[in-house]
DNA sequence: AAGGCGGGGGT
DNA sequence: ACCCCAGCCTT
C-alpha cells in the first residue's frame, strides 16, 4: 500500500518521464548493473582504500571541481605531510597554502584547516559520525556530507556531483537544465529511484566512476554501454546534448602590472587580502598595464625614498581563469639604495625564498621560473 | 537565484 | 574558443 502510495507519487511527479519510472520501478538491478560494472572497470585510487574518515574528507575536498589525474599528487602530498588530522589542524596555514599552491581554489585549503581545528577541538579528533553534524563542518556542502557519510560510514546519502547530474539526465532523458532549482529536483527524484539503499558507497562510487570515464561530456561510449537500451537520451537521439546548462559565465579581462624590485639580493611582497589568490603573496601589485617609460612615476608613488633604477627584464604573460582572463606585465628593476614603501603591507625578503616560502599563484610562479632560468 | 572562486585537460 | 571537472560560500 504504501509503495502503491511512493509509486504514484513518483509517476506524478515525473509524468513527463513516466514511462521510465515504470521501467525502472520494474527492473530493479540498475543500482546492481552499476555496482558489477564498477567492480569490473574501476580505477585503483588511494583513497579508496581506507576508511579513514580524515583522508576520506581530504581527498573529496581536493577533489571539488578537480580532476582525479590533477587532484591525485595532492593527496600523496597531504596525507605525506599531514598524516592524521592532528598534524593538519596544528599546521600553519601558510604551509598548508604552499602544499595546495597551483590546486586552485584556495578557500578550500583555508577552510580545510579551520575544520581541522574545530574536529581537534570539539570533536577530539574523532571526525563526526552523523550527516547533520557533517554537514555543518566549514567548505563541506551537501556533495561532500553524503560522500564522507557513506564513504566512512556507511550511511545512505546519494551523491550528486557533475557525474552524477550527468548520467541520470541522461538516463532518465530530462532536457531541464541542471543549474536551475527545477532541473536539479528532477535529477534528485530521479536518482533516488535507482539508488542503493543496501550499498550507499559501492552505489555513490560507482554511479561517479561511471560517469568519469564512461559516460563523458563529450564522446560518450554509448555503443558499449550498460544501459544502453534502456538510456532515455540515447533512444531520442540526444546523449550529446543532455545535461543541459543555463551557462554563461562570463570572462572578465583584466591587466595586471607586478613590479619586482630587488635590492641586494631581497625583493618586496605583499600578501592578498581578498577575492581572488586570497591570502595568497605577489609582487605590488598594479591593477593596469603600466609602460617602461612610466616606472620612475609609480616608483614614486611607492616609495617615500628615491633611488636610481635600472629595468632587467620586462615579462608579459596571459593567464585564463574560469572567470578571468588576465594579460600580466612583470618589470625586474634592480634598486640601488634600500626601498622605503608608503603601504604598510609590502615587506622584504630575500628572493629565493619566494618559490619556496611563500604560496603564490601559478601567474607569478610562471614568472618566477622565467627569471630563475634566466639567471 | 546568481555570481565569485583556479587551474588543467579535452575537443 | 569553449566546456567541464568527485562544489562551496556569500549576497
Redesign the pocket.
Known amino acids: 500500500m504504501c509503495k502503491n502510495l511512493g509509486y504514484y507519487a513518483k509517476v506524478i511527479f515525473f509524468h513527463k518521464y513516466w514511462i521510465n519510472i515504470c521501467f525502472f520501478e520494474e527492473d530493479l538491478n540498475t543500482s546492481n548493473l552499476l555496482i558489477n560494472w564498477y567492480q569490473l572497470n574501476k ?1 585503483e ?1 588511494p ?2 582504500n581506507t576508511s579513514d574518515p580524515y583522508k576520506i574528507w581530504l ?3 581536493i ?9 591525485l599528487p595532492y593527496f600523496e602530498r597531504f596525507t605525506h605531510h599531514y598524516p592524521t588530522i592532528n598534524d593538519l589542524a596544528s599546521a600553519n596555514e601558510q604551509d598548508i597554502l604552499l602544499l595546495w ?8 585549503a583555508r ?1 580545510m584547516h579551520q575544520t581541522a581545528k574545530i574536529i581537534v577541538d570539539k570533536y577530539h579528533g574523532n571526525f563526526p559520525s552523523n550527516y547533520s553534524e557533517i ?1 555543518a ?9 553524503a ?1 564522507i557519510a557513506s564513504f566512512a560510514f556507511g550511511l545512505a546519502y546519494p ?1 550528486l ?3 552524477v ?2 548520467v541520470i539526465s541522461r538516463l532518465f532523458g530530462i532536457e531541464k537544465p541542471i ?4 532541473g536539479k529536483k528532477e535529477v534528485t527524484e530521479a536518482l533516488n529511484l535507482v539508488f542503493s539503499q543496501d550499498n550507499p558507497g559501492l552505489f ?2 560507482a554511479i ?2 561511471f ?2 570515464t564512461h559516460c ?4 560518450p561510449k554509448c555503443s558499449t554501454c550498460i544501459f544502453n537500451s534502456k538510456c532515455e537520451a540515447n533512444r531520442i537521439n540526444k546523449v550529446e546534448s543532455i ?1 543541459l ?8 579581462k583584466i591587466k595586471h602590472t607586478y613590479l619586482c624590485l630587488i635590492f641586494k639580493k631581497n625583493t618586496f611582497i605583499q600578501q592578498r587580502t ?5 591570502n ?1 603573496y605577489q609582487f605590488p601589485l598594479i591593477e593596469k598595464y603600466i609602460g617602461p617609460n612610466e616606472i620612475a612615476k609609480f616608483l614614486d608613488n611607492f616609495l617615500e625614498n628615491t633611488s636610481n633604477f635600472k629595468i632587467l627584464d620586462k615579462y608579459e604573460s596571459k ?6 582572463k588576465i594579460d600580466a606585465i612583470f618589470y625586474t628593476i634592480y634598486v640601488d639604495t634600500q626601498p622605503v614603501f608608503s603601504k604598510n603591507n609590502i615587506f622584504e625578503i630575500p628572493l629565493t625564498e619566494m618559490s619556496t616560502k611563500y604560496p ?4 607569478t ?1 610562471n614568472y618566477l621560473k622565467n627569471i630563475t632560468h634566466d639567471q
Open positions: 580505477r585510487l583513497w579508496r581527498s573529496e575536498i577533489l571539488q571541481q578537480t580532476r582525479v589525474q590533477q587532484g599552491q597551483g590546486l586552485g581554489y584556495y578557500s578550500r577552510n554537514i563542518l566549514k567548505g563541506i556542502g551537501e556533495y561532500t556530507a560522500a551523491v556531483d557533475g557525474n547530474y550527468r543549474d536551475t532549482s527545477q555513490n562510487q561517479m566512476e560517469g568519469a563523458t561530456p563529450k564522446k545535461p546548462k543555463k551557462g554563461k559565465t562570463k570572462v572578465l581578498e577575492g581572488i589568490w586570497k595568497l593567464h585564463i581563469l574560469s572567470h578571468r603564490t599563484s601559478i601567474l610562479q
